[in-house]
């Protein structure tokens, strides 16, 4: 009986090994980087947004040949269990990988719950580490927004998809960024907002942040009612988070001690460095952007642009922002 019960054991064994060496392993340096910004965030993040670690952390990290999902509350049947990650504090699933290496959004893409969808640092614009944890910060940001009560059916409410109901037309909303009176008006708003920003004195901020507004009232002349509830939705949801991104790196430069696994990957750089290219980029893009060209992404910088404003103006807006949503005017005023 055990002479013939041998080779059936033996096969049993061989396809257990066999299962668990077909499970990949999430690469050290990735485990570092998410080990990071699930730090950084649990330090710094609630002294940026109010109550902000009440928001979802979902991550579904993709690589060339497999997608792994990190701190998923419900994962789909789609996904098979790694086992627990001690480092992150999350049990880890993998998928075969289905999205482009060089994905970067927040969305409901598994089980409904709002996850950030993220290529390796060395395969999205990031590049390297610390600019990857940043952006890693801007779509947890996105989570905040987006667990909010009866965010998605208040995003509705504003009757911008027009039919769209797979929820694309954020990103392929037909804004006239061809019109020549939208172009030229946005060519000069972004360089007003641009000199508020670089002025030192607060006389020369005010002259130069009114000049924005009045430019700003006189764009929304020319737009119909649906373009203008898009551009500010734009500048509330995506704009806000790029000044989100500053304010991580800021903070982080200052008050956070990066781990000494993080700080000794090759490709580390200071959060300083970072904030300094947040801010470097913001105003570079407010100086020379062109609406035709940079299209939605020109929404970022001019979103940032006056957050940072409305810093030096109403040091109290940030209460305000998820009551009063879609729309930064009202804190202008």
Do not use: C
Not at 140 to 159: G, I, K, R, T, W
Not at 224 to 237: G, P, T
């Amino acid at each position: 009986m055990k002479i013939k019960l041998a080779p059936i054991v033996l096969l049993l064994l061989a396809v257990v090994s066999g299962q668990a060496q077909q499970k990949p392993s999430l690469p050290q340096i990735d485990r570092i980087r998410l080990a990071e910004a699930f730090g950084l965030g649990d330090a710094i993040g609630n002294r940026v947004w109010k109550d902000w670690d009440k928001a979802p952390f979902a991550v579904l990290l993709v690589t060339p040949e497999y997608e792994f999902l990190i701190r998923h509350p419900k994962p789909s049947e789609d996904f098979t269990l790694i086992g627990h990650d001690a480092l992150l504090k999350s049990d880890v699933y993998f998928r075969k990988a289905t999205l482009q290496t060089s994905f970067q959004a927040t969305y409901p893409a598994v089980g409904g719950v709002s996850t950030i969808v993220i290529g390796q640092a060395e395969n999205t614009a990031s590049k390297t580490s610390t600019p990857w944890v940043v952006v890693v910060m801007h779509e947890h940001f996105h989570q905040l927004q987006d667990s909010q009560p009866s965010f998605f059916e208040q995003v509705s409410a504003l009757n911008l998809a027009h039919g769209d109901q797979s929820g694309m037309w954020m990103l392929n909303y037909k804004f006239p960024y061809d019109g020549y009176e939208v172009r030229q008006q946005f060519f000069v708003m972004s360089r007003l907002l641009a000199n508020a920003l670089k002025s030192k004195e607060s006389a020369d901020f005010s002259a130069n942040l009114s000049a924005y507004l009045t430019a700003r009232l006189q764009l929304k002349e020319m737009l119909n009612a649906d373009d203008y509830k898009y551009l500010s939705f734009q500048l509330w949801k995506e704009g806000i988070a790029r000044y989100t991104e500053y304010h991580v790196a800021k903070l982080a430069a200052t008050d956070y001690k990066p781990t000494k696994e993080f700080s000794a990957l090759k490709d580390f750089s200071s959060f300083k460095t970072v904030a300094d290219q947040v801010m470097n980029r913001t105003l570079n893009e407010l100086s020379t952007l062109e609406l035709e060209k940079s299209k939605r992404v020109s929404f970022y910088a001019m979103g940032a642009g006056e957050g940072l404003s409305l810093d030096r103006i109403n040091p109290q807006w940030r209460a305000r922002y998820l009551i009063d949503k879609f729309s930064l005017d009202t804190y202008f005023k």
